[in-house]
């Protein structure tokens, strides 16, 4: 009985195939697109990272007394990485998983682009100095500088370097 699931079997076999048939096609123009073989590769890694022989292989390890740093080795993560994604059962880990999910749904990844002012690296790169020399003129009262704090909750420190500086300052 195989260790891997269909799926990851599946996505081994087809990409497979796509490197047979770039070496079969090595010198013509036939072969594999190189998106069709990116996307091959990628299927490849989403399958293997999903499937159950990962969760088996570690806690097989675990129960053979193997030290999580070993563990995290194998895998190539850091041994809290592995702990992360691996201690605990099932339920303990879906819970982990879905608190991740949640979080990166509920967290946009980019800065918006409709802040007042200008960022810290923005003003010191303007100015030709350092964020260090811009947080020191803020301090220093030379510059006016804000933290502007989303609906969501984030908070951005924003400068006004053509605004002389208040005494309201952040």
Do not use: C, N
């Amino acid at each position: 009985m195989p260790f891997l699931s269909t799926e990851s079997a599946r996505a081994l076999a087809e990409l497979a195939a796509l490197d047979a048939l770039h070496a079969t096609a090595a010198g013509d123009d036939s072969d594999a697109a190189p998106l069709e073989r990116l996307r091959g590769i990628r299927s490849l890694i989403a399958a293997l990272e999903a499937d159950p022989a990962t969760l088996a292989a570690v806690r097989e390890a675990l129960d053979a007394h193997t030290s999580w740093e070993a563990i995290a080795d194998a895998a190539g993560l850091s041994p809290s990485a592995a702990k992360y994604r691996w201690a605990g059962g099932d339920d303990e880990i879906a819970a982990r998983q879905e608190a991740s999910r949640k979080r990166k749904r509920e967290r946009p990844s980019s800065v918006p682009t409709e802040l007042p002012g200008e960022s810290v690296s923005e003003a010191a790169a303007r100015l030709g100095v350092t964020p260090q020399a811009i947080y020191q003129r803020v301090t220093r009262g030379l510059l006016r500088a804000e933290t502007v704090e989303l609906p969501d909750g984030r908070k951005y420190k924003r400068v006004f370097p053509d605004e002389a500086a208040s005494a309201d300052a952040d």
